[in-house]
């Protein structure tokens, strides 16, 4: 099998510019993202519960109400208390999801 020459030449030529350009340039800053309005854990729930009054069906975050609710215990163990029964028996009966939410909306009170 031969090689001509020139195809030789040109694959080595791309392959030193495409190294070349894929070094970029080191002086260039680096842009960093912080958050500094983190949302609270109560208002995840406020938000998860708005959703489910709506009429969104109950889907696979059921399996995080545990964790929701050990972060809202932090910051609030009276709601957290109210919170845990209600998302109890949203995840139990998630026909009755938009009802539930709704009374727990109420219940939690103003944000």
């Keep these: 099998m ?5 195809c030789t030449v040109a694959v080595s030529l791309l392959s030193v510019c495409f190294a070349a350009v894929g ?3 080191p002086g260039k800053p ?17 938000t998860l519960l708005e959703r489910y009054a709506e009429g969104q069906p109950v889907g696979s975050e059921v399996i995080n109400f545990e964790a929701l609710v050990g972060r809202v215990r932090e910051a609030d163990p009276e709601r957290a208390m109210v919170l845990e029964q209600g998302l109890a028996a949203i995840a139990q009966s998630p026909a009755t999801a938009a009802a539930r939410a709704r009374q727990l909306l109420k219940q939690l009170g103003p944000a």
Excluded at 2 to 6: A, F, K, L, M, S
Excluded at 30 to 46: C, N
């Design 23 to 25: 070094c970029g340039d």
């Design 30 to 46: 680096v842009r960093q993202y912080t958050l500094k309005d983190a949302p609270s854990p109560l208002d995840e729930v406020r």
């Design 2 to 6: 031969r090689v001509c020459r020139r």
